[in-house]
C-alpha cells in the first residue's frame, strides 16, 4: 500500500537537512519511496492514500536508547520506610523491590503503557535495559510480544546480576539474543548487564563470552553513582571503565549507560574502543547524581546517544532536558544548543545501527518510513538555518497527532489505533496494588 502524508512541513534531518514547506512523504510497504513537493508528489503517486499534514511537521521518528519498562508500576507508589538518601539505598529500597514484585502480567502490562506513551510521543525505536527476577525465563518474549503488537522497534535484553542468584538472567539473555539472531529491522538483542558493582568476574566472562560468539554489544550501567567507581577501585584496584575494558566488554556495539563518575582515562578508552555512551540527563537529576561529562566525551567523538532511563518515553523533553542542564552545570550559555539535538536526532540513529543494522532517524527516499507528525504552526520562519530553535523552544511542547513506524499508522488523529489504550491502564490500575503488596512484604 503506498500513502501520501502531504501538505505538512517535512524536516528530513538527512545530512543535507531540508525543511520542505509543503512538502509530501510518500511510503510503500515499510520504506519511504520518495520526498518533495505536495502537488508533485501528488502526479507522481496520484493512486497513493492521502493523509493531509496542514498545519504539522513532518519530522523522522524520535529514538529512545535506553528504557525501562519495568518501571511502570512503580509510579505513585509510596516507598515504604525513610527516603533514600542515595542512590544505592534508591536501588535496595525501590528499584531491586519493584523488579521483583512484577508478576507475568505485570510484565506485559508495564512495556503496554510506556510503549503507548512511545507512540503518543512520536517515539519509534527504543533500546530497553529489563529486570524481573522473579520471572526470568521468557520474560523477554512477553515483551517482545507488546513490541510487535505496538508495532515499533525495540533492542531488547535482560539485566543481568549477581545481587539476587549469581549469573542471574545469563540464560535468558542467551536464548533470547538466538531466537532473535540477526534480527528482522523490528526486534533486535543485546547482552545485559545491570552494572559492575553487582557483577563478578565469573558472571562478567560469560556474558562478554556469548555476546561475542553472536556478535551482539553489552548494554551496562556505567558509574552513574560514585559507589560504581568506588566498588571497581576498591575491588579490583582500576575505575569501572578500565574493570569493564579488562573484562571485554567494552565495543563497538557495546552501549555504556550515564558514565558519570568517570576520568580523563576513562573517556579516551571509551574512544579508543570506539563504545558509545548513552546519556539520561533527567533521570541523572532525578537521582541526584552528578553530571555526564558530555563535552569531554563529545570532544573525543565518542558516540554519545540520549535516553530516558525510564523517566519518560518523550524524548523531546528529554532532549531539553540535556540542553538546560548542560548549560547550568557550566554556567555557560553558548553551549548545548547544537549538542543536545544532536544527541537525539543524529547519534541515536547510529546507535541504532549498530543494533538493527538500518538506517533510522532520516527521511529519504529508501530509509525506514518512521515518522512522527506533530501539531506545529510555526509563529516565525521555518527554515533549515533556525530548524533547532523551533525544536527546543517550540516542537518540545507540541502535540504529536500521527506516528507511523515500518510504514504503519500507529497513531492518527492523536488516537493510538494498534493498542487499546483504556484498556490496559484499567488492568494495570487493577493489578498495580496487588505489586505493591507483595513489594511491601519484600
Ligand atoms: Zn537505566
Redesign the pocket.
Known amino acids: 500500500m503506498t500513502t501520501r502524508f502531504e501538505n505538512g512541513i517535512v524536516v528530513t534531518l538527512e545530512p543535507k537537512n531540508q525543511v520542505l514547506w509543503n512538502g509530501s512523504v510518500v511510503t510503500a510497504g515499510e520504506n519511504i519511496v520518495a520526498v518533495g513537493d505536495a502537488t508533485e508528489m501528488k502526479k507522481r503517486f496520484p493512486d497513493a492514500e492521502a493523509i493531509d499534514c496542514t498545519g504539522k511537521i513532518v519530522l523522522p521518528g524520535f529514538i529512545c536508547a ?1 528504557h ?1 519498562f519495568y518501571s511502570t508500576m512503580a509510579r505513585g507508589m509510596a516507598i515504604p520506610g525513610e527516603p533514600a538518601s542515595n542512590f544505592v539505598e534508591t536501588l535496595e529500597r525501590l528499584w531491586w523491590k519493584v523488579d521483583r514484585a512484577l508478576s507475568k502480567e505485570d510484565i506485559t502490562l508495564s512495556a503496554q503503557i510506556p510503549l503507548i506513551e512511545c507512540i503518543r510521543t512520536g517515539t519509534t525505536a527504543v533500546i530497553d ?1 529489563h529486570a524481573s527476577p522473579g520471572i526470568r525465563d521468557g520474560s523477554l518474549d512477553l515483551i517482545e510480544y507488546a513490541v510487535r503488537q505496538a508495532g515499533i522497534r525495540a533492542s531488547l535484553c535482560y539485566e543481568v546480576s549477581d545481587r539476587n542468584v549469581m549469573g542471574g538472567g545469563v540464560e535468558e539473555n542467551e536464548r533470547f539474543i538466538k531466537k532473535i539472531g540477526k534480527g528482522d529491522g523490528q526486534i533486535a538483542a543485546m547482552m545485559g548487564l545491570h552494572a559492575s558493582f553487582t557483577l563478578s568476574d565469573e558472571t562478567l566472562e560469560k556474558c562478554v563470552g556469548i555476546a561475542k560468539d553472536a556478535g551482539v554489544g553489552c548494554h551496562v ?1 556505567v558509574a552513574e553513582d560514585l559507589a560504581d567507581r568506588e566498588d571497581s577501585v576498591k575491588k579490583y584496584g582500576i575505575p569501572t571503565v578500565h574493570r569493564l575494558d579488562k573484562m571485554g566488554v567494552t565495543g563497538e556495539r557495546s552501549l555504556f ?1 550515564h558514565c558519570v563518575h568517570i576520568d580523563e582515562s576513562e573517556m579516551d578508552l571509551i574512544a579508543a574502543t570506539k563504545t558509545s555512551v548513552v546519556h539520561n540527563p533527567e533521570s541523572n537529576m532525578n537521582n541526584a547524581v552528578g553530571v555526564t561529562p558530555l563535552f569531554g566525551l563529545l570532544k573525543r567523538n565518542i558516540l554519545v546517544g540520549l535516553g530516558s ?2 523517566m519518560s518515553s518523550d524524548m523531546l523533553s528529554q532532549m531539553r532536558c540535556a540542553y538546560l542542564l548542560h548549560r547550568l552545570a557550566n554556567r555557560d550559555p553558548r553551549v548545548a544548543f547544537l549538542e543536545a539535538p544532536k544527541l537525539l536526532l543524529k547519534n541515536n540513529a547510529e546507535i541504532c545501527e549498530r543494533q538493527f543494522g538500518i538506517r533510522l532517524g532520516e527521511i529519504a527516499e529508501g530509509h525506514p518510513a518512521d515518522l512522527a507528525i506533530i501539531d506545529y504552526q510555526p509563529p516565525t520562519l521555518l527554515n533549515e538555518a533556525n530548524f533547532l530553535g523551533h525544536l527546543i523552544f517550540g516542537l518540545v511542547d507540541a502535540t504529536v497527532d500521527t506516528t507511523v513506524c515500518r510504514g504503519k499508522i500507529l497513531m492518527q488523529g492523536k488516537k493510538i489505533l494498534a493498542l487499546d489504550e483504556e484498556r490496559i491502564a484499567a488492568r494495570s490500575r487493577e493489578l498495580a496494588p496487588r505489586m505493591w503488596q507483595r513489594l511491601a512484604a519484600l
Open positions: 535506553h525501562h535495559h550501567h549507560i532511563d525510564g
